[in-house]
């Protein structure tokens, strides 16, 4: 009886994590991103080593926008920053 409750449970909790009808699931940088917009494949982990490649520290809240830029804050000559690391791998401070 115990198996039996724990199969169930266990196709209940994948049957809610698989999306219904063949759906697509989509990126957090994709669902604010107008219809047709191309996200890159860059990752997070290989925008905190660019940045800390770059002499920043402590890279924070790193957040990809539909302009395929990663958005977030950093340590640079001891004061905090943000950041933004562009699509071709330059790295700008953000609103500047």
Do not use: S
Request: aromatic letters at 4%; a positive charge; hydrophobic letters at 40%.
């Amino acid at each position: 009886m115990k198996t039996k409750l724990v199969l169930i449970v266990a196709f209940a909790a994948i049957a809610a994590v698989r999306p219904p009808g063949g759906v697509t699931l989509i990126t957090a940088a994709q669902a604010a991103c107008e219809p047709g917009t191309r996200i890159d494949k860059t990752t997070v982990d290989e925008t905190r080593d660019r940045l800390i490649k770059a002499g920043y520290k402590n890279p924070l809240h790193l957040r990809k926008g539909c302009d395929n830029a990663w958005h977030g804050t950093a340590i640079k000559g001891g004061r905090q920053v943000n950041v933004a690391v562009l699509p071709d791998g330059h790295i700008v401070r953000d609103g500047d």
